[in-house]
């Protein structure tokens, strides 16, 4: 069973930065991975980002990759999405997302979510 508890979110103006957080409680042994998604108004939820258990091997989608960063603190339980040069087609509401063994892009295979934490990006 895995608990996620996202933070950080906000208002921001195009070109800011923004870091999200990411709380896990986590009463497994098991190692899992961690993503990151963000559901826009009117359209899917999207792949953001994952890191693996140890925190070598990340994957980022597109759209974001040389602006955000994610990173994870097992000892801490927790995840972090830095997210530097805002765009306001960046607007969503991130969700953190957890799922056991290897990474993945589709968010049907994370077993768990947070509720989410709205970033929004001004022009």
């Known amino acids: 069973q895995v608990q996620l508890v996202e933070s950080g979110g906000g208002l921001v103006q195009a070109g800011g930065s923004l870091r999200l957080s990411c709380v896990v409680s986590?009463?497994?042994?098991?190692?899992?991975?961690m993503g990151w998604f963000r559901q826009a108004p009117g359209k899917d939820r999207e792949f953001v980002v994952s890191?693996?258990?140890?925190?070598?091997?990340?994957f980022y989608a597109n759209p974001v990759k040389g602006r955000f960063t994610i990173s994870r603190d097992n000892a801490k339980q927790m995840v972090f999405l830095q997210m530097n040069s805002l765009k306001p087609e960046d607007t969503a509401v991130y969700y953190c997302?957890?799922?056991?063994?290897?990474?993945?892009?589709?968010?049907?295979?994370?077993?768990?979510w947070g509720q989410g934490t709205q970033v929004t990006v001004s022009s």
């Open positions: 997302a957890a799922k056991y063994n290897r990474g993945s892009t589709y968010s049907g295979e994370y077993a768990y």
């Open positions: 986590a009463r497994t042994s098991s190692s899992y991975t």
């Open positions: 890191i693996s258990w140890s925190g070598d091997s990340t």
